[in-house]
């Protein structure tokens, strides 16, 4: 499945965009939330997610690019989101906080940098929703994919096939375009984000549809 990114769309047109890439298929939307001290960037807040709620029915996937999440979950929950992703990097005590957003009846992921090595998911892997596998430098939109993802993907699919938890998913996001989507899916990831590839092409629905259109041509496996 592909999850548009926000990021690379205009921002001054944004509820159309949004509506845009839902009418082409879209089920999952993904929200880059960045604070400037995790990340060399700065997005926007829960008052972004708030107002782009009533326009939407896609599941809202929020990525948080930010320091102490924990005092921030909550917002992004009553906001709208419908499953958050904090970085492992940023979390202190990830199981506490896993547990947290679990609590504001939303599902919960965590995010690796891409030289984040994918043994420390060991002990937490069977609390996770999803794991979201960073194959790009977290920051900005329309960087260049970065292969040694491919191993990571395949470790832990590896993983959650020997663990219990069968239902967490497996995000992959930064550089995907149609050229490197067929590696990503075939090496096991359910859902990729695509930010530059969407919202950076002429026509944003065609360019969803076309990457769509590649992983379905896996059969979904
Ligand atoms: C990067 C963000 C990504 C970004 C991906 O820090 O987490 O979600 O939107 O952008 P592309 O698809 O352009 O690499
Ligand atoms: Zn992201």
């Known amino acids: 499945m592909i999850a548009p990114s926000i990021l690379s769309a205009d921002f001054a047109r944004l509820g159309e965009q949004v509506r845009l890439v839902e009418k082409a298929g879209a089920k999952i939307l993904h929200i880059d939330v960045m604070d400037g001290h995790f990340v060399p960037n700065i997005t926007f807040g829960p008052a972004l997610l708030k107002a782009l709620r009533p326009h939407s029915r896609m599941r809202f996937d929020v990525h948080l690019m930010i320091e102490e999440p924990e005092r921030y979950v909550a917002d992004f929950a009553a906001a709208g989101a419908d499953h958050i992703t904090v970085h492992w990097e940023a979390s202190r005590h990830a199981h ?7 609590g504001l009846g939303v599902t919960a992921g965590l995010a690796l940098n891409p030289a984040t090595p994918v ?11 999803m794991v979201l596998l960073m194959s790009v430098n977290p920051g900005f939109g329309g960087q260049q994919f970065i292969p ?54 002429p026509d944003p629905a065609r360019a969803y549809r076309e990457l769509e259109s590649l992983s ?6």
């Open 148 to 201: 040694g993802v491919l191993r990571k993907l395949e470790a832990v699919r590896r993983q959650l096939e020997s663990s219990k938890n069968q239902a967490c998913e497996i995000e992959v996001d930064g550089g995907i375009h149609t050229g490197t989507a067929p590696s990503v899916i075939q090496a096991g990831a359910q859902i990729l984000v695509a930010g530059a590839a969407v919202f950076g092409a």
């Open 216 to 221: 379905e041509g896996f059969g979904g496996d």
């Open 96 to 102: 506490r906080l896993i547990q947290q957003i679990k």
């Open 119 to 129: 043994e420390m998911l060991h002990d937490i892997l069977e609390d996770l929703d």
